[in-house]
């Protein structure tokens, strides 16, 4: 999926104003028009696609199986070309294809000259030159300026192998990498192109003579992107080694002989392509190769732009903004006014793996959120921007709150249960505090008891544990964590214990537990001495005919009432009738096609919603516990989006996927549609906010948790000066040289 980002007015963050689901297997690049602001096209295995991006609207989709003259494989880099005229796509099967945009995005021609995988693709607007690169070490240099001439013509198919058709004709090729060439950018006239490679090293060609100007290295990882500023006096970077590096470019000075006089390179670099002095001069084929004179290209700055591998770089060309992204899915907006001091303006951060448990607090203002990857996020829900991230080291199963909303616990695969202090005022905050120690098998799932005192655990180890959490046991200490033990054990069940969950009554405390057995038990249990006594347990002719999954009590009217979701697709309700529960399940509601993972009700006990594997999920009405009725089915376009954990307010609900997203959707029957009579309400696409899990910029407003000794939002964040340049560096104001053909 492609996440839309933006912001209005003088806001200095950005948000999620929408999500293109379409894809179906990884994206490979992105290009918008550069005429049609809104018009965005994406590569992947699976093809190209046009988005509407006002709109998050898919407007066409082109692959193997719609046009016989599209990629063998698919397309990893794309360019556009002639204001939005033509589209180069360079392809996994070596070859570079040319797009007639305006003639409905016809294939007009196939160019053959690579041995490997294409990686980039630049177009120069300057002098009408195409340049491509990739897995063969090689970068080629194409003349298109016959597409000026002969816009819409039907290539050649075969015809031209090596050469093009007669419109894209190979000029030469540049060898100098040490293995992948993995960026291009043009400077304006066309004369020079920097090269990056998997060797760590940028090479500066002279296009003309088809030879290297020089090398400059410095970088310790593959070149992800480079960036002319300043009118290619200034050079950003970005490289793999997580570094984004500012260079003053030294002079490039020559002497040539063209059309009975001499020309300086440098008065080249500085000539635009515009409407009022045409294209540069022209330098004959006789010209020599460069000599470089002068000082070396200057490193001004340094900036470690995140603790992991940097994936993508990218410069904004209309504001002094750039953005950083990982493998890990941490992407980070900078400013860059001064562009040799960037300063961190937003961070989002993404898991990496499969959200698996969830938990609303603060009225729903926050929210926790787990994940397989060992890290679980605090999160404003208004602007799902990142406060914290509490890092477990191992896949987090399940997470739980303390009543009081000073602590969250999060447990998983490593056994050990962590406690994590949520005090804003305490100096702790977001530290790990206790250490539950008892379980010999990953944690399956937690729940606390609505006064606070007991938590209970389950685990693959086939337990149920109760432990003392009040908060004399779980006070934070100056330093370090309190490690505690069970206070009771229990192994109720002939196998694992799936859920449990506490019943938010005044009257008594009960706890209900599922297993991989089948079937339900539940305990009184005392939070005093922390005991428990088991006082009903379903029999084998009225369980489940699969394992309990989800368990949930309801609320308000609903509070006598019990909900399980099994993996046999249905939800059984279960009624506690005085001090006893019925003998048989007053309901059993079937809506789903697959497992259900996960329940939820809301505070006020009214709607009661389900998430299954079959990627739907219900809300079900239960203000009438006699009458049961679906109210809307919520269903999502994009793969893999199962819901794995859910929780809600009144007002809307969040669930966490397989695929790493969290959404939230509304409860508001204002907010459902019809989409087909005769199936029940749905919410088809009509979340509230759809978004990938994590942006955040760290910014704090007034009843947000603080973070204490934040490095978020700092000036500027890993931005180092050279060694041994002890001198203030001058401010350099950004100004983007980038246009229509500079487009990775």
């Known amino acids: 999926s492609i996440v839309a980002m933006s912001r209005e007015g003088a806001a200095q963050t950005f948000s999620v104003s929408g999500l293109l689901v379409g894809h179906e297997q990884d994206i490979k690049a992105l290009a918008f028009h550069p005429m049609e602001a809104n018009l965005l096209l994406s590569s992947g295995p699976d093809g190209i696609y046009m988005w509407d ?92 300026s016959g597409l000026d001439k002969t816009p819409g013509a039907k290539g050649q198919g075969q015809r031209g192998r090596e050469e093009g058709s007669g419109r894209v004709v190979l000029q030469g090729s540049l060898e100098g990498h040490r293995g992948d060439v993995t960026c291009l950018s043009w400077a304006s006239s066309g004369l020079v192109l920097f090269s990056g490679g998997r060797d760590s090293n940028i090479i500066i060609w002279d296009t003309t003579a088809h030879a290297q100007l020089r090398v400059v290295g410095g970088h310790k990882g593959d070149v992800r992107r480079i960036v002319l500023l300043n009118r290619e006096k200034l050079m950003l ?7 984004v590096k500012l260079w003053e470019l030294g002079p490039l000075s020559g002497q040539h002989e063209a059309s009975g006089g001499q020309v300086s390179l440098a008065d080249i670099l500085d000539a635009k392509d515009d409407e009022n002095n045409g294209p540069p001069p022209e330098l004959g084929k006789s010209m020599g190769l460069l000599d470089v004179v002068g000082p070396e290209d200057k490193l001004v700055s340094s900036l470690t732009a995140h603790d992991h591998d940097l994936r993508r770089f990218e410069v ?61 996020g605090v999160y404003d829900v208004a602007s799902m921007r990142r406060l914290a991230e509490l890092e477990c080291d191992s896949a987090i199963n399940s997470v739980a709150i303390l009543p009081s909303e000073s602590l969250a616990f999060l447990a998983g695969s490593g056994h050990v249960i962590k406690g994590f202090c949520l005090d804003k005022d305490s100096s702790r905050c977001f530290e790990c505090t206790s250490h539950l120690l008892g379980h010999c098998g990953q944690v399956i799932s937690m729940d606390v008891s609505p006064d606070g ?107 006598n009432f019990l909900f399980s979701g099994s993996w046999d697709q249905d939800i059984r309700v279960w009624e506690l009738d005085g001090k006893k529960f019925k003998d048989a399940p007053v309901h059993v509601l079937q809506g789903h096609t697959n497992k ?149």
């Open 53 to 144: 991006v006002s709109h998050c609207r898919q407007l066409r989709k082109i692959s193997l199986q719609e046009d016989k003259d599209f990629h063998e494989s698919y397309a990893t880099c794309m360019a556009f070309a002639l204001g939005g005229q033509v589209l180069f796509t360079g392809g996994k099967e070596a070859s570079v294809k040319v797009w007639d945009v305006t003639g409905n995005y016809r294939c007009m021609d196939t160019l053959y000259s690579h041995k490997a995988p294409i990686l980039c693709v630049a177009f120069c607007r300057g002098n009408k030159m195409l340049a491509t690169a990739g897995k063969d070490s090689s970068i080629k240099l194409w003349d298109a």
């Open 237 to 243: 970077s970005a490289s793999q080694d997580s570094t």
């Open 316 to 376: 904004n060309p209309r504001f002094p903004l750039m953005a950083t992204i990982t493998s890990q899915s941490c992407l980070r907006l900078w400013r860059i006014e001064d562009v040799s001091r960037p300063q961190l303006l937003q961070e989002m951060a993404g898991h990496v793996d499969a959200i698996s448990s969830l938990k609303l607090f603060h009225s729903g203002k926050h929210l926790l959120a787990g994940s397989l990857d060992g890290t679980a």
């Open 453 to 559: 005192n007991c938590l209970a655990s389950s685990s693959m180890d086939f337990s149920l544990m109760l432990w003392n959490v009040s908060a004399s046991q779980v006070r934070p200490p100056a330093e370090g964590f309190k490690e505690l033990s069970p206070a009771t054990r229990l192994e109720p069940h002939d196998g694992v214990i799936s859920s449990l969950a506490f019943a938010r009554r005044p009257d008594r405390c009960l706890l209900a537990t599922g297993g991989a057995d089948h079937r339900i038990n539940v305990y009184s249990v005392n939070t005093k001495n922390t005991s428990a006594s088991r006082i009903w347990k379903t029999s084998l002719d009225i369980c489940h005919r699969g394992v309990v999954s989800s368990l949930i009590w309801g609320r308000g009217s609903s509070a």
């Open 596 to 744: 259900v993972n996960a329940l939820t009700v809301t505070p006020a006990g009214g709607i009661l919603v389900s998430s299954s594997a079959d990627m739907t999920s219900i809300a079900w009405g239960i203000d009438d516990m006699k009458t049961i009725k679906c109210l809307c089915e919520y269903r999502s376009d994009q793969q893999g989006a199962i819901g794995t954990c859910i929780d809600c307010t009144d007002e809307f609900w969040i669930g966490g996927e397989e695929n790493n997203m969290l959404r939230s959707w509304s409860l508001r029957e204002g907010d459902w549609v019809i989409s087909d009579p005769d199936r029940p309400v749905t919410a088809e696409s009509k979340s509230d906010v759809i978004l990938e899990e994590g942006e955040g910029d760290g910014t704090l407003s007034d009843g947000q948790i603080a973070r204490p000794d934040s490095e978020i939002g700092a000036a500027a964040d890993g931005t180092k000066p050279v060694e041994g340049d002890q001198a203030e560096e001058p401010r350099r104001v950004f100004e983007f040289d980038g246009g229509e053909g500079d487009q990775q």
